[in-house]
């Protein structure tokens, strides 16, 4: 299993995003975050660890007039990862801003995941609160986190502050009364990166200084358990349900090429959108949905053959 997630984790980080998106950094703060074993590893035994635990998973990026309804990137991989750890017994809910509702519900059905998908107050407040104690683990997949001045950023430092819900105090809560919480991003912005903070403060375009202003940087202050630095934040959430799928040995969680297709083409329809072009196109982060639906074949060839017994008589 171990070198099945290296592999995971070696093509979850192969940065082909366009010039000017973080290519290299994710995969040089993955490096600094690792410990002895493969991220998507680790955080597989420890899902796997907590039969039946009541998982919550955050996600959502809808920016007025650019994304109206969201971002594509998110959302698909929530639903991905729900729809796998509801398959393994866990009692999930995904959580997104009412913005983001109409899209992830409609691609959920889809494909088939029947995790609710509830309505994240922006709080914090008396939902966000409750959450944190009822909550075993934390999935915050592309959610923004706040700045040492409290703001939310963009990848490219524009202030996020009133478009999106502030669950950093509900992570921090659930962090540090020792609750499994993971944090998938691939801009330094997402929450998680708190855990690199320095780091990635260095090495960010907009690390140190932002565009809005506020007198920060884009790095978020607030870290999880574990840290999943990755090219894309989709991707992420399919490489941890393939890690999942290896631990359980259950080859039928997983998401299929064909599946991945078909969410991205819907996107179009449903104005979720790109967010490399904030436009309704077929990709995902500005790469091709083609290349998407490429990835998600190496994925899944990785968890066959992981899982399929191999002999060589000659
Ligand atoms: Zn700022």
């Not at 998680?192 to 809005?212: H, M, N, T």
């Amino acid at each position: 299993m171990k070198i099945a997630c290296d592999n995971i984790d070696r093509l979850v980080n192969v940065a082909i995003r366009p010039k000017g998106m973080p290519r290299s950094q994710m995969s040089d703060l993955y490096d600094l975050v690792k410990g002895e074993n493969p991220i998507s590893y680790d955080v597989a035994k420890a899902v796997l660890d907590q039969p039946g635990a009541k998982v919550g998973i955050f996600t959502g990026a809808a920016v007025p007039g650019h994304l109206p309804k969201g971002e594509n990137d998110g959302p698909l991989g929530s639903i991905v990862l729900g729809r796998a750890l509801q398959k393994l017994g866990y009692d999930v809910n995904i959580y997104t801003e009412l913005e983001n509702m109409e899209g992830t519900v409609a691609e959920a059905k889809l494909i088939g995941c029947e995790v609710p998908i509830i309505e994240l107050e922006r709080g914090p407040g008396a939902q966000h609160s409750r959450l944190s104690k009822e909550l075993d683990i934390a999935f915050a997949i592309e959610k923004a986190g706040v700045n040492d001045f409290g703001v939310q950023h963009s990848v490219n430092g524009n202030s996020r502050k009133g478009t999106r819900a502030v669950i950093d105090d509900l992570i921090d809560t659930m962090t540090n009364s020792g609750k499994l919480t993971v944090g998938l991003g691939d801009g330094g912005n997402e929450i998680g990166f708190g855990k690199v903070f320095e780091k990635a403060s260095d090495i960010l375009p907009y690390g140190r200084e932002c565009q809005c202003g506020c007198g920060g940087g884009i790095v978020t202050v607030t870290a999880t358990t574990y840290l999943y630095p990755i090219s894309v934040s989709n991707w992420g959430a399919y490489a941890l349900t393939s890690a999942l799928a290896i631990g359980a040995e259950r080859p039928d969680i997983i998401l299929e090429p064909e599946e991945e297709g078909e969410m991205l083409r819907l996107a179009i329809d449903l104005d979720l959108r790109d967010g490399g072009t904030g436009t309704a196109v077929f990709a995902v982060d500005g790469i091709s949905g083609e290349a998407s639906m490429g990835f998600v074949e190496l994925l899944k060839e990785i968890v066959i053959v992981a899982l399929t017994p191999y002999e060589r008589d000659f």
